[in-house]
T-cell receptor
């Protein structure tokens, strides 16, 4: 059974600092990995999707890496802003999405 | 841009009542999914549906749950006799084909179900 773990569970940084969010998974037989943002009480906003053959994917200030062999992905958010405050979820994809519990980020102005 | 829609956004029901949560997937998508998120917990897979049949389901998806595509556009999740522990956010998703490196699931905004 796929287990997805996200560390840390919560993170508080001053505005402008870079964020590093970690995701690990136990079964490397995945199609791809997806990062989502979730605001309190709201839905899931897809941020990045990394295909299993890719090592990295970038979108604006966001960069995600994938190391399938070691079962790890990292989401980097450059120059954080208060508007980046949210919970960030990673999900690994086989026939379904298996989600981690998320990292709750607070960016202090 | 096409999107998955869900209605209602919030449903309040009494324990033991039946509820139907509705989803309209993206129009050319063929695979449909339901997930749920109990407050403070992980998003969990419930069921996937293709060609009018359940293709996969989790251990959560017991006899109290059923899914249906009653017409060409809607996809529904029915809970026959709700329990307090069914209170959660329910997300619908769809994809063009079965999940692969090239296909992505698109999520709806969710329906918050509160069972009193």
């Amino acid at each position: 059974k796929q287990e997805v773990t996200q560390i840390p569970a919560a993170l508080s940084v001053p505005e402008g600092e870079n964020l590093v969010l970690n995701c690990s998974f136990t079964d490397s037989a995945i199609y791809n990995l997806q990062w989502f943002r979730q605001d309190p009480g709201k839905g899931l906003t897809s941020l990045l999707l990394i295909q299993s053959s890719q090592r990295e994917q970038t979108s604006g200030r966001l960069n995600a890496s994938l190391d399938k062999s070691s079962g790890r992905s990292t989401l980097y958010i450059a120059a954080s802003q208060p508007g980046d405050s949210a919970t960030y979820l990673c999900a690994v994809v086989d026939y379904k999405l298996s989600f981690g519990a998320g990292t709750t980020v607070t960016v202090r102005a | 841009e096409p999107e998955v829609t869900q209605t209602p956004s919030h449903q309040v029901t009494q324990m033991g009542q039946e509820v139907i949560l509705r989803c309209v997937p993206i129009s050319n998508h063929l695979y449909f999914y339901w997930y749920r998120q109990i407050l403070g917990q992980k998003v969990e897979f419930l069921v996937s549906f293709y060609n009018n049949e359940i293709s996969e389901k989790s251990e959560i998806f017991d006899d109290q749950f059923s899914v249906e595509r009653p017409d060409g556009s809607n996809f529904t999740l029915k809970i026959r006799s709700t329990k307090l522990e069914d209170s959660a956010m329910y997300f619908c998703a769809s994809s063009v084909e079965s999940l692969s490196s090239y296909n992505e699931q698109f999520f709806g905004p969710g329906t918050r179900l509160t069972v009193l």
